[in-house]
């Protein structure tokens, strides 16, 4: 089975500021990973996604997240936050294969708000 | 291209009534899937088809909760009766196969009552 956690519930910053969303996660299996954004009222949104290659993965807004195998983490960052920013956003995995192929499991969920 | 569509958006009820949301994936996507999300929390998977088959239903409340697929394409979940700790957000997802990135609506938010 896969767990993911999200490290922080809410991360309060001020705009222009960078941040990082932490996420760890567990599994038996290799996995993929992903970051979704959730604006109020919205279903969830791709930001952006690690399947292979390059350990370093850019999304859209600015965003880009780095696979760190060994320490078995996903984080995501934005050098510069906007207001526009404010959101949800839940960092995801999904086995490449076993038991539990296709099964996408979900962290707690990260509450990013931009003060201006 | 459309993306997945969901309706009601908005859905309050009192216990023990039922309720039925519907969900017609992005076109040509094989995998379809319900997610409850409920405040606070991530979302959870309640079931998984591929075309119109079964693949994973491990987290649905049987004894309430019942899905399908109608032909391969759009899906319904009802819940019959509800329970106050139904209220929740009802998301619905696609992806072209199993693995492959999920697209999700805009789900159905329930209020019981």
């Known amino acids: 089975a896969q767990s993911v956690t999200q490290l922080d519930s809410q991360v309060p910053v001020f705009e222009e500021a960078p941040v990082e969303l932490r996420c760890n996660y567990s599994?038996?299996?290799?996995?993929?990973l992903f970051w979704y954004v959730q604006y109020p009222n919205q279903g969830l949104q791709l930001l952006l996604k690690?399947?292979?290659?390059?350990?370093l993965v850019k999304g859209i807004n600015g965003f880009e997240a780095e696979f760190n195998k060994s320490q078995t983490s996903f984080h995501l960052r934005k050098p510069s936050v906007h207001i526009s920013d404010t959101a949800e956003y839940f960092c995801a995995v999904i086995p490449a294969g076993g038991t539990s192929y296709g099964k996408l499991t979900f962290g707690q969920g990260t509450i990013l708000t931009v003060h201006p | 291209e459309a993306g997945v569509a969901q309706s009601p958006r908005y859905k309050i009820i009192e216990k023990r009534q039922s309720v039925a949301f519907w969900c017609n994936p992005i076109s040509g996507h094989a995998t379809l899937y319900w997610y409850q999300q409920i405040l606070g929390q991530g979302p959870k998977l309640l079931i998984q088809?591929?075309?119109?088959?079964?693949?994973?239903d491990s987290q649905l409340p049987k004894d309430r909760f019942s899905a399908e697929r109608l032909k391969g394409v759009d899906s319904t979940l009802k819940i019959q009766p509800a329970k106050l700790e139904d209220s929740a957000v009802y998301l619905c997802?696609?992806?072209?196969?199993?693995?492959?990135?999920?697209?999700f609506g805009p789900g159905t938010r329930l209020t019981v009552l």
């Open positions: 997802a696609s992806s072209l196969t199993l693995s492959d990135t999920q697209y």
């Open positions: 088809f591929q075309n119109n088959g079964v693949v994973d």
């Open positions: 690690y399947l292979s290659g390059s350990t």
């Open positions: 599994s038996s299996v290799s996995v993929y």
